[in-house]
């Protein structure tokens, strides 16, 4: 028998969709058959591929109203929904032509090795099943995040995504079933964390989204099935505002930075270190942009705050907040959590007279909340930042790119924004690492998005005589 798992609304707050887990011993069916389709996906041209994929691109744009209808009934909110199925049609096409040059580039022939008669070959040979377990913050868009490029390389994906927003999965599943060839190639499964427990030791390669401690799990999983994990997890990301930036214009970014779909991004600024010289203005510039920021409520297609998509991160947020007043902070603007026709709601919270040990600095809100530091020196504003178990992003502002750069180099984080913020949300080109324990493994932007769900396998040709057991002798040694 399935569990089965009733679903909370954000802006209901009410249960009114229900999943069924899938049982451990169908999730293992589904996996054979997915390794009995795969030779055939990776026998294919990259080329083929591409087109194969270019095909799910077409099927996802005419489901697009229905994912988004139901993206938008997962998360609360519609615009953003809206740009996540347009940015999976973008990615779709981008790896559709980009993979191909990018496997023949790294596809090494004819390699003269330091032996005159021996050459080599190194041929990319995918992982056969992929798994992905992603979170719920951008449901469609991180469960195919690396799945796209997975595919690419020519292996199976199986993906269970957030069972807090599983409503775009069928919608989803449909587009793919209007594209055949990839049948027990890509498969959504429903289901929680146990399902996601029981999916690790399936794979050959898990490639995980979420929280540091499920993170953690899921990596120890990994190792004991011996297979590789590339973890993307959680972060805190500061913002440093140097003397020489402007104002009005960082605190106008520190703001959208912090609150676009509500906080509740890993690459979202959670933290903000101001310089002494332009604190005031800055906070009041930041005080006043709060405030013009309006909810997304009654409305879903009016501004620019939605509920909080899982009801208990509202809670952790309102805990993070009221322990940093308790210990001193001074609240500027938003601080409480309101309930809206069943939805969690937080107004961005600016707070000051933080300090580094609050929750509030050192935790994941994974809400609209910025808690402001000033600081004296550069130095000092550099400590601050990298005091934290994090190191996924990070922002400077400063007068000139110059100035942000050499500072920003000195950040202990993966991807620096220079005068803006959260950049890392948009630009998916540049190679990063996450520092610290905001995760493990390759890159998952750039050409290592690719490259990673390949093995590498060396053939290795003699071209003359090969060696007598003689030249291996203590005496005969040549
Ligand atoms: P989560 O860790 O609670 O859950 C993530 C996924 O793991 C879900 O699908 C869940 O069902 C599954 N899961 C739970 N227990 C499991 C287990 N024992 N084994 C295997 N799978 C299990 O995370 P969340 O609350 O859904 O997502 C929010 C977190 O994700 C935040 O920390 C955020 O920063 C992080 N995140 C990181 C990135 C990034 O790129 N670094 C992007 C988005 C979100």
Request: overall charge negative; hydrophobic content about 45%.
């Amino acid at each position: 028998m399935s569990r089965l798992l009733d679903i909370a609304n954000p802006r209901t707050g009410r249960t009114d969709y229900r999943i069924a887990a899938l049982d451990p011993p169908d999730l293992a069916a589904l996996a054979a058959r997915m390794r009995t389709a795969q030779p055939g996906w990776a026998a294919r041209s990259p080329e083929e591929r591409g087109t194969i994929l270019k095909a799910l691109a077409e099927a996802v744009s005419r489901h697009s109203d229905a994912i988004t209808a139901a993206l938008s009934a997962d998360t609360g909110r519609a615009g953003i929904s809206r740009t996540e199925v347009m940015s999976t049609v973008q990615s779709l096409n981008r790896w559709a032509n980009a993979a191909p040059g990018l496997i023949e580039r790294h596809m090494v022939s004819g390699f003269q090795t330091v032996h005159p008669t021996i050459r080599t070959d190194v041929r990319l040979v995918p992982y056969q099943l992929v798994g992905v377990i992603s979170p719920w913050n951008f449901p469609l868009i991180l469960a195919l995040i690396d799945a796209i490029p997975a595919l690419m390389a020519g292996c199976a994906v199986l993906i269970k995504p957030s069972e807090v927003t599983p409503r775009f999965v069928r919608p989803l599943m449909a587009a793919i079933a209007e594209v055949p060839d990839l049948a027990d190639i890509i498969a959504l499964v429903e289901g929680d964390g146990a399902t996601g427990g029981a999916l690790v030791p399936l794979v050959d390669y898990i490639a995980f989204t979420g929280s540091v401690p499920t993170g953690r799990k899921v990596a120890e999983a990994a190792a004991s099935a011996f297979i590789p994990a590339s973890l993307e997890l959680g972060g805190k990301d500061p913002m440093l505002v140097l003397a020489s930036a402007d104002p009005e214009k960082a605190a106008a970014t520190a703001l959208r930075a912090s609150v676009v779909n509500s906080g509740q991004a890993c690459q979202s600024i959670e933290r903000i270190y101001v310089a002494r010289e332009i604190a005031e203005p800055f906070i009041a510039a930041l005080v006043r942009n709060a405030e013009a920021t309006e909810l997304n409520y009654p409305d879903i297609d009016q501004g620019h705050i939605g509920p909080f998509i899982f009801a208990r991160q509202a809670e952790i947020a309102q805990a993070h907040i009221d322990e940093a007043v308790a210990r001193g902070a001074r609240l500027l603007a938003g601080g409480k959590v309101e309930t809206l026709g069943g939805g969690k709601y937080l107004r961005p919270t600016v707070l000051v007279d933080v300090s580094p040990e609050m929750a509030v600095i050192r935790e994941e809100s994974f809400g609209p909340i910025l808690p402001v530091t000033v600081f004296d020196s550069v130095d000092e504003a550099v400590t601050l930042a990298n005091d934290s178990i994090y190191g996924l992003s990070g922002a400077v502002f400063a007068g000139s790119l110059e100035e942000a750069e050499a500072v920003g180099k000195r950040l202990n984080v993966g991807a620096v924004s220079l005068n803006d913020g959260s950049l890392t949300a948009i630009v998916w080109e540049a190679e990063k690492s996450s520092f610290g324990m905001s995760g493990m493994g390759p890159s998952r932007m750039g050409d290592s998005g690719l490259l990673r769900f390949f093995r590498r396998q060396a053939l290795i040709r003699q071209c003359g005589t090969p060696l007598p057991l003689a030249a291996y002798g203590e005496r005969g040694a040549a």
